[in-house]
């Protein structure tokens, strides 16, 4: 039954070289995708590469499947799976925030530091921005401490919101995600830049 | 670039479904571990915080932020530290078997590496500041919250593509 660490007695050593692990692959799957680019990373707003698109709703999805599928042969302990908080308003804030800062550093945390690993020293710098963002944060946090705590709905799914089962859902973003794909094929086609994407 | 890639041999990059779908396998693998999903600002955060507390320990103990992290331990025995680290150490690999470790600024031939740098510190500071407020970046929020279909994991992604695409065209020299 999962989630196997929390329902089990396992030493801080064995967690934490379970967090190595696990970063491991992270590490390597977003490297071979491709997101080591920041180039790469920005054709998805431009059209030339969709790349981003295709690897995160596949990601999103696959993962999506299996917790639906291991909560429905009572293989995982759901209640206690972490579904993450909801504060409307510093989810919408913080994600433009966030929305700029990649399309102007043109990674995100995760994919910088794929990118640092392999030497892209642009990487390091996005990094270094990171670092200086959240102690910015951090230092003027009385003044967006209401903003952050307004609206608060708990951890809420958007089956619940939305009033439809969870299975449901992930019926129509699977059928979104297709659509997606399918536009980001004719995408690719339609903006290509041959002379970009030899380059990365 | 006349390395040899030991994992796709023909093509540079694995075929995005099929990362998308290996990079799926390790997030529910995480989930199914720990009951969480992945994560990235949240280890950078422990990095500013066990900074914060080692420069000035009385700021961070009376801050209503920092000190939300602080505990016996040091905010870097944290899961997603060692999460990070093997981000970084996996990336490594995928690197090295695909001939692709090399160090470089890359950037537009319209713009100069420095301007790619400035740019690149810029963006961090807002994707940093903007992954404390939004409770998580990209991965923890976006990707893990999707997963587990929270309206906090779709409202975030939404927010962030939304915007990217909405700036992509002032930013559009820096890229093509």
């Known amino acids: 039954m999962g989630p196997l660490i929390p329902l089990n007695e396992i030493s801080n050593e064995i967690n934490f070289l379970i967090a190595f692990l696990i ?11 491709g997101f080591s680019s920041s180039r790469k990373l920005a054709g998805m707003f431009y059209g030339y590469d969709t790349t981003v698109l295709k690897v995160f709703f596949t990601a999103a999805i696959t993962a999506m499947l299996g917790l639906l599928f291991l909560n429905y042969f009572e293989l995982m302990d759901m209640s206690i799976v972490y579904v993450n908080e909801y504060y409307s308003w510093s989810a919408i804030v913080g994600g433009v925030i966030m929305g700029a800062g990649f399309i102007i550093g043109g990674f995100c945390p995760g994919t910088s530091v794929s990118a640092a690993a392999i030497g892209k020293i642009d990487a390091w710098w996005f990094l270094g921005g990171s670092l200086l963002g959240i102690l910015l944060f951090g230092e003027t946090f009385p003044l967006w401490e209401t903003l952050y705590m307004a609206d608060y709905l708990g951890p809420i799914k958007l089956s619940t919101s939305l009033g439809i089962s969870d299975g449901l859902l992930a019926l129509f973003v699977i059928a979104a995600a297709v659509m997606m794909f399918w536009l980001g094929e004719m995408a690719e086609k339609r903006f290509g830049r041959p002379d970009i994407s030899k380059e990365l | 670039m006349s390395h040899h890639n030991y994992i796709t041999h023909d093509t540079k990059y694995m075929n995005p479904y099929i990362a998308g779908i290996l ?22 955060k422990s990095v500013v915080v066990a900074a914060v507390d080692g420069v000035a320990p009385g ?3 009376s801050s209503h932020f920092y000190s939300k992290y602080l505990g016996e331990d040091s905010p870097l025995n944290s899961w997603l530290v060692f999460q990070v680290l093997g981000v970084l150490v996996g990336g490594l690999l995928s690197g090295a078997l695909a001939g692709r470790l090399q160090w470089k600024v890359e950037h ?14 810029i963006g961090g500071a807002l994707f940093g500041f903007g992954s404390q407020l939004g409770r998580g970046c990209t991965s923890g929020a976006a990707l893990s919250g999707m997963a587990t279909l929270s309206l906090a994991g779709f409202v975030t992604m939404m927010a962030i593509f939304g915007t990217a695409y909405a700036l992509a065209y002032f930013f559009r020299k820096n890229w093509i």
């Open chain 1, 23 to 33: 970063g491991l692959g992270f590490g390597f799957a977003l490297e071979q995708a």
């Open chain 2, 23 to 44: 990079l799926g396998v390790v997030l529910l693998a995480a989930f199914y571990l720990t009951g969480r999903g992945l994560g990235a600002s949240g280890a950078m």
């Open chain 2, 59 to 61: 700021h961070a103990q």
């Open chain 2, 108 to 121: 537009s031939p319209k713009i100069t590496p420095r301007r790619r740098i400035v740019m690149a510190v």
